[in-house]
């Protein structure tokens, strides 16, 4: 049990365009959704956090406007990147976590930003 | 704000023990996790320990927990070329409702025949 999907597994898009990442958990409910950017041979950074029904809350640094979150109901968060640029390009990964203390995390979708 | 280190490099041969340590700050730290990182994939827990134990044990891995020094260690016995790939600790910190990882820089584990 416990599964998230992403979705999609890998985008290619051009400067300037949006991309929508979807996150699901397959098989719980998903009170709190968070969001994860990863660069080459690095760590995870926390990007933002979202429960169901809410505003996400975004970590210092990180633009609300560029990368907007949506966590409409308990299965499904998404991520969309707008007006994206090189810079952008990277591994994005989420979890979720239902009302214990473990996050269940997705397998990632890598971004190329061209 | 909370910070996690580990070393980056780990390099062992098959069949041998494979230790990878990872220090971290916050002394509300609640629960210790380890995950695993393979290429191109999303991150797999492979176990947890609460911040009240000093060891956890489960088939071949073995968490050690030193509180008074903020220290965790993640041991592998026979370790395997499956095993090959990047290690991340975490501590779980409390940040209004929602409870947050900080994770460690990662350690690559290369498992050599």
């Known amino acids: 049990g416990a599964v998230v999907s992403q979705h999609p597994s890998w985008v290619i898009c051009k400067s300037g365009t949006s991309v929508k990442i979807e996150c699901r958990s397959l098989d719980f409910q998903a009170t709190t959704m968070f969001w994860y950017r990863q660069f080459p041979k690095q760590s995870l950074m926390l990007m933002a956090t979202s429960n169901e029904g809410s505003k996400a809350t975004y970590e210092q640094g990180v633009e609300k406007d560029k990368f907007l979150i949506n966590h409409a109901s308990l299965t499904l968060s998404t991520l969309t990147v707008t007006s994206a640029h090189p810079e952008d390009s990277s591994f994005y990964i989420c979890?979720?976590?239902?009302?214990?203390?473990?996050?269940?995390f997705g397998p990632g979708t890598r971004l190329t930003v061209t | 704000g909370e910070d996690v280190e580990q070393s980056l490099f780990l390099s062992v041969r098959e069949g041998d023990s494979s230790v990878i340590n990872c220090t971290y700050t916050?002394?509300?730290?609640?629960?210790l996790y380890w995950y695993k990182q393979e290429p191109g994939a999303g991150l797999q827990l492979l176990t947890y320990?609460?911040?009240?134990?000093d060891m956890k044990q489960d088939q071949r891995l073995t968490v050690l927990l030193n509180k008074k020094d903020k220290h965790l260690s993640l041991r592998i016995a026979d370790t395997q070329t499956g095993d090959s790939a990047i290690y991340f600790c975490a501590e779980s910190s409390h940040s209004g409702s929602a409870r947050q990882l900080t994770f460690g820089s990662g350690t690559q584990l290369t498992v050599l025949p």
């Open positions: 916050d002394s509300s730290s609640t629960y």
């Open positions: 979890s979720a976590r239902a009302s214990g203390y473990e996050q269940y």
């Open positions: 320990i609460f911040s009240n134990m």
